[in-house]
């Protein structure tokens, strides 16, 4: 098992590059994205900048503003914004300090893929139905299965592990 720490006591004393009053500390990074809390100080700001990477930028704490493109929002805890790949893009605060987390995704977004979690069926190219992709798909149904060793009729965890109900 594997724990990355961030949060207070584990940013990095300076921000990432191209900010203003913004500290930060990387969770995770490889060849298929990154993930990277950032801090927001009053009046902090992530200067306007375009990325070759599609990017979520997760709104955990405090509130601030967006930019992309020409459009401005105020954003707030429990808001998440796309900052879309080769378009220009920043965030700041003002009054307020503000977290959020950047999971940035490797290369534009797959707009394929996007058709998927918003609920929508993916159309399939013609000439794939023979092979076993023509057949609508049907909402599954069950249950989640316990850890492996625990007897399928055992107690639920809370009930023996003193977890909150």
Known sequence: ???????????????????????GQPIHADARGAVSELAFARNARVEPHSNPNTTWFIVIEGGGWVQVADERMRVAPGEAVCWPAGVVHSAWTELSEMRAFAVEFAGADDAALRK??????LVLPSGLEGAGHGAPVMPGEGTLAGPLDRPLDAPPLHAIEGEPE
């Open 116 to 121: 998927i979690f918003d609920g929508r069926a």
């Open 1 to 23: 098992m594997e724990i990355r720490r961030f949060g207070v006591g584990n940013r990095r004393p300076d921000g990432p590059r191209g900010t203003v009053g913004v500290r």
